[in-house]
């Protein structure tokens, strides 16, 4: 499964149409193999979720409806939407800043069904300060807007509001 997984990386990661062609068979294929397997069902949602191939946030909003993804469970949510965000760096990092309000929108969500969880997604939202004003600026931006939210946890508060004090 390891040297499968793998493989499924790079094929996945290939920016050629034939590398995209057969990654789309291999995913296919991949998880029809371990489909019962939980654990390694969340490796094949990272594995996509990381992808550095243009549209990955497409690709993570579309398995957000996959029948395996619970946005209930914690461990699915990391894989998909936590390796999204805390690996994929082009993707999450796209100049629109899509990315960084896909976060923020999935926050809100799930500060309402597991506000540890959503406070602990926020993390690269909070860097900020790592990266350029146009970048910068629009990672704050969804950073007031979650602080502006009405009814957010005291843990999703708390990361909110220290990470806008240190601006």
């Known amino acids: 499964m390891t040297d499968q997984a793998a493989a499924l990386r790079c094929l996945v990661n290939?920016?050629?149409s034939l590398g995209q062609q057969?990654?789309?068979r291999a995913l296919a294929a991949f998880y029809s193999q371990w489909q019962h397997e939980a654990l390694v069902v969340d490796q094949w949602f990272a594995i996509q979720a990381t992808s550095s191939v243009p549209g990955a946030l497409k690709r993570v909003e579309g398995l957000m409806g996959h029948a395996d993804f619970d946005?209930?469970?914690p461990?699915?949510?990391r894989s998909l939407i936590g390796a999204f965000c805390g690996q994929n760096?082009?993707?999450f990092h796209a100049a629109d800043g899509?990315?960084?309000r896909f976060l923020a929108d999935q926050v809100l969500q799930l500060d309402k069904l597991n506000p540890?969880?959503?406070s602990r997604l926020l993390t690269p939202l909070t860097r900020f300060a790592k990266f350029p004003a146009e970048k910068r600026a629009l990672?704050?931006?969804e950073l007031a807007r979650l602080k502006a939210s009405d009814g957010l946890s005291r843990d999703v508060f708390e990361v909110v509001e220290k990470s806008t004090l240190a601006v």
Do not use: L
């Open 14 to 16: 290939s920016d050629s």
């Open 98 to 100: 899509s990315g960084y």
């Open 75 to 77: 461990n699915k949510v």
């Open 139 to 141: 990672m704050q931006a």
């Open 22 to 24: 057969a990654s789309e």
């Open 89 to 91: 760096h082009t993707g």
């Open 116 to 118: 540890q969880i959503a």
């Open 71 to 73: 946005i209930k469970n």
